[in-house]
Each structure stands twice: as C-alpha cells, then as structure tokens.
C-alpha cells in the first residue's frame, strides 16, 4: 500500500513563500499520480494541483501562476512551491497518490481508474495579513 507523509507547512505572511514536501513510498505500478489538496476552516477538502507519472500537471484556477507542483521520481517526492501567498490560502494542505492510474490530471486533481487515493496527515499553512 501507498504511504505517503507531508512536510513543510507553517505560517507566513500575505505575499511569502513556503514550499510542502510529501514523500511517497510503496508504488506497484510506474503509472502514478499525485496531488495536493486543501481544506479551509468549515470548507470542503478541494484539490490545488496535480502531477502525472509522465509530467502532465494540472492547477486550481485560484493558485494558477502562483504555485508550482513538481515531482523528484528518484526520491517519490512531490513538491509544492507556493507563491504569492494569500490568507485565503490559509488551510490544511493534504497530499495524494493514486497508484495504477489510467486517467486525466484537470482542474487540480488526478481522475479516471487508479487505485487510492492514499492520504497524507496534512500539514497546516497560515498566511497572515
């Protein structure tokens, strides 16, 4: 089974920077996908971004040209650099993997046949005014 732990949250103020890590471990298949989400006091968890095993990426409308998701293959690691941090941004940012996965990265997410996702513990980023 997929295991997956994030890293890198913390406070910043209005227009910082911060950058969240996840490591994954315990993919079956080449064919993977991962992403962030988040999920604001009293909102739903919503996706932010999402990067394929073969490089296609995908944004939220809200972060687009502000954050920047990536993937370190060597380590399974996946980055979140986030720029230009808003308050709105202030939220429990979760990662997924989905393993085996046939399908489209949109709108921040990873979607189609996989299996998972499989959740991180989250870790909190506060951006302040």
């Known amino acids: 089974q997929v295991k997956v732990v994030e890293s890198g949250g913390g406070s910043v103020q209005a227009g910082g920077s911060l950058r969240l890590s996840c490591a994954a471990s315990?993919?079956?298949?080449?064919?993977?996908?991962m992403g962030w989400f988040r999920q604001g006091p009293g909102k739903e968890r919503v996706g932010v971004a999402a990067?394929?095993?073969?490089?296609?990426?995908s944004y939220a409308d809200s972060v687009k040209g502000r954050f920047t998701i990536s993937l370190d293959a060597a380590k399974n690691t996946l980055y979140l650099q986030m720029n230009s941090l808003k308050p709105d941004d202030t939220a429990m940012y979760f990662c997924?993997?989905?393993?085996?996965?046939?399908?489209?990265?949109?709108?921040?997410?990873?979607?189609?046949?996989?299996?998972?996702?499989?959740w991180g513990q989250g870790t909190q980023v506060t951006v302040s005014s």
């Open positions: 997924a993997a989905y393993d085996h996965f046939f399908g489209e990265v949109a709108g921040g997410t990873c979607g189609g046949d996989y299996y998972g996702p499989y």
């Open positions: 315990g993919f079956m298949n080449s064919r993977n996908c």
């Open positions: 990067i394929a095993s073969d490089g296609r990426t």
